[in-house]
């Protein structure tokens, strides 16, 4: 792990890991962070809501048709639909994912919004730096910008989430530019 797990990165939706890559001729991936929306709701919890929903839907559908208030029952399904179907997009946009790979040389950024489509940015990292934008009373924007490149990342992520993979990658993009060589004979 780097340092980004030291900072509680990894705790709170990014996952950072120094990762080698296999054989020589393999790009080697020096530093790893994959972000991912927070979803606290599960599959099974999703579930368990719309049939609570479904439940209390029911027994007030039935006193309402009981007091021949019969059309107060359309507007109930038609919420009851509302919010199954905004528990469904909230489901979907959980599968966004946002990965940040730094090589030799340039820092890739892929990203797979919730259909599953793919893009990816590259970016060199000679003059690369990780830059928080601040605006009063609003969440800090992390850019990483070089000779006028600026591409955003983390936009999902919370201020402290952002300040700690903001650390991170200045640290590793440190340790990729001052290298530190283990020689044998240089030793007592």
């Known amino acids: 792990m780097t340092g980004a797990a030291a900072t509680g990165v990894e705790a709170t939706g990014v996952e950072a ?3 080698e890559a296999a054989g020589p001729d393999a790009d080697r991936v020096l530093f790893q ?4 929306p927070r ?7 999703a579930l368990a809501v719309l049939g609570l929903f479904a439940c209390l839907g029911l027994l007030g559908a039935l006193r309402f048709a009981a007091m021949g208030l019969w059309p107060v029952i359309v507007f109930m399904v038609a919420e009851a639909l509302l919010a199954a179907g905004l528990l469904v997009l909230h489901a979907r946009d959980g599968r966004a994912a946002e990965m940040l790979l ?4 340039r820092l890739r950024v892929v990203r797979r919004d919730p259909r599953g489509r793919g ?24 850019l990483l ?13 919370g201020e402290t989430e952002k300040r700690a993979l903001a650390a991170a990658i200045a640290e ?11 020689n044998p004979q240089l030793r007592d």
């Open 39 to 45: 979803r606290s709701l599960t599959r099974k919890g």
């Open 17 to 19: 890991a120094g990762v």
């Open 145 to 157: 910008a070089a000779h006028g490149v600026r591409e955003e990342v983390g936009a999902m992520l």
């Open 102 to 105: 730094l090589e030799p040389g």
């Open 119 to 142: 893009r990816e940015v590259r970016l060199p990292t000679a003059w690369l730096n990780p830059v928080l934008e601040e605006a009063p009373g609003r969440v800090p924007r992390l």
């Open 172 to 182: 590793a993009l440190r340790r990729m530019r001052e290298p530190v060589f283990e």
């Open 33 to 36: 962070a994959t972000i991912v």
